[in-house]
């Protein structure tokens, strides 16, 4: 099945700087490819995803990139603010238009960012 | 708005009982979900159902079922609890196909001693 590593765990940032997350996966076919954020004591929420036939797609102070021939992609977010302080899920998905599809994620470990003043 | 509910935000309960966790979804989401969630491992998946009565084991379904006789509810059951059990749980709901963005519940923070 796909297995989805993400690095690091903790990211420390300035307010006003740039942070960068990557996630690989494991399966090729993998097509899907969601991040989500968890404030603390919250529900995780969908903030940006990308689909294979993509290779970057921006969102205001956020992007995500993907290489599939490496099988990793980034999350960048620029110009950090306090309430961008929250753990981050990267995650993979097979999923198909032209067959059933469950929708089911593979999550990564999750990256814990903490932006400081 | 979406909305995923959780029937309870924190329960404590004893090595051996038997624990009920609810989630109510009221997008007519064909997906459910039952996560567990511990520090540095993520979202692991325990189970999923994609329609009424049909279910599938995810990553970490060992000593738990679950049960979906409605569309919109969808249950978790730990038939005995064990200390090793003592996590978060989020429920999450999605559509099949086209759009699968996951909405999650608040979760429930379980203890068992």
């Known amino acids: 099945g796909e297995n989805v590593e993400q690095h690091p765990s903790t990211l420390s940032v300035q307010e006003g700087d740039s942070a960068v997350i990557k996630c690989t996966y494991s399966d090729s076919a993998s097509n899907y490819f969601p991040w989500y954020k968890q404030e603390l004591g919250k529900r995780p929420q969908l903030i940006i995803d990308?689909?294979?036939?993509?290779g970057e797609k921006k969102d205001q102070r956020i992007a995500v990139t993907l290489n599939k021939t490496a099988k990793h992609f980034s999350l960048h977010i620029t110009e950090t603010q306090p309430e961008d302080s929250a753990v981050y899920f990267c995650?993979?998905?097979?999923?198909?238009?032209?067959?059933?599809?469950?929708?089911?994620?593979?999550f990564g470990a999750g990256t814990q960012v903490v932006v400081t003043p | 708005d979406v909305k995923v509910t959780q029937s309870s935000r924190y329960l404590v309960k004893r090595t051996g009982e038997k624990v009920f966790l609810e989630c109510v979804q009221d997008?007519?989401?064909?997906?459910m979900f039952w996560y567990r969630q511990d520090p540095g491992l993520g979202l692991r998946l325990i189970y999923f159902s994609y329609d009424v009565k049909m279910k599938e084991k995810g990553d970490i379904p060992e000593g738990y079922s679950v049960s979906r006789e409605k569309k919109e509810r969808f249950s978790l059951i730990l038939e005995s609890a064990s200390t090793n059990q003592t996590s978060m749980y989020l429920c999450a709901s999605s559509e099949r196909t086209r759009n699968y963005e996951q909405y999650f519940g608040p979760g429930t923070r379980l203890t068992v001693t």
């Open positions: 995650a993979a998905s097979r999923t198909s238009m032209t067959t059933d599809s469950w929708g089911k994620l593979q």
């Open positions: 997008m007519d989401h064909e997906n």
């Open positions: 990308i689909r294979s036939n993509v």
